[in-house]
């Protein structure tokens, strides 16, 4: 219609000062006077009233049970789940008082040992073996015995080769029975040459032990033994590969009960390799008695057994020799 922007107010009733040019409202003008002095006294004596009505006793009830009263009213539920909490305050695993109610939780005090000190303090006395203060004494005498060693041909190195348990090293305890002058028991098994300490825990030869004795023959003829007793667990056969390329023969020890095992057939191969002369050894013949109490003839063919298994073996590898009592 062609009206203006102030025609449009005035044609509806709207007032100038509560406008501004562009028709944005201000709304109307605030006096200096926020709150008289009179609406103050009144809010004032109207929160004193409040809080002498709260304060006093209620009706039937006593002072003490007025407040407890308004306590339980009070309290409520408060929600801690977005409360700030340090780091050295926080639990992440639950405490020990949580998971064992009942157990005594002891707080021991810090460890004051210092860091120049080992936790493990090493071993200042590293001793591995057993080892004589003296020369044993024997039947021989040791100057006779090194008077020996210079004649090459009175001379023998044997080596002890078999299975493990088979007897080798009680039947070189056999031979310092009868040439040192020991007050042994024949029943207990000393072990005298597993000198280590864990051998004599374990009670299996893990070192090569040798020893020299000075032995006769039938015909009273005096030699000199390096006698070599060798560890017959499989896991140490190198012992006895190693002993029987020094050795001039070697002496199969066989069990009569377990008779021909498996270390036993590689302590055969082995002497046959290296070409020394064999002899063979059956030990623990109480065996066959006393635990498979066998009559005579059964454990006849038990041992013509053992034999027969041995020479099976030796003719694989080619040894001339066959091995038989009635040699």
Known sequence: LGL???????????????????????????????????????LQEEWDTKMEDDDAPREGLSAVDAEGDDMEQEEYPVDNSQAIVLHEDKVYYPRSSEVYPEAEVLVEDEDTQPLETPI????????FSHFEKSLPKTTFDFKYLAGLMDHPNLIRNIALIGNLHHGKTMLLD??????HLLDWKLPKNHRYTDTRFDEQKRKISIKSSPMSLVMQNMRGKSYLLNVMDT???????????????????????????????AQTARSLRHAVEEQVPICVVLNKMDRLILELKLPPTDAYHKI??????????LSKCGYPHKISPEL
């Not at 493990?120 to 001793?127: D, E, L, M, N, R």
């Not at 056999?174 to 040439?179: A, G, H, P, S």
């Open 304 to 313: 013509h057994h053992t034999l027969e298994e041995v020479n099976k073996i």
């Open 231 to 261: 560890p017959g667990h499989v896991n140490f056969s190198d012992e006895q590969t190693a002993a029987l390329r020094i050795a001039d023969g070697a002496v199969v020890v066989i069990d009569c009960v377990e008779g021909v095992m």
């Open 4 to 42: 203006s922007y102030t025609q449009v107010r005035a044609a509806h009733g709207m007032d100038d000062n509560l406008y501004d040019e562009f028709g944005n409202y201000v709304g109307p003008d605030l006096g200096d006077d926020d709150v008289d002095e009179e609406s103050e006294d009144e």
């Open 120 to 127: 493990i303090a090493p071993v200042k006395h590293k001793q």
């Open 174 to 179: 056999l031979l310092v029975q009868e040439t």
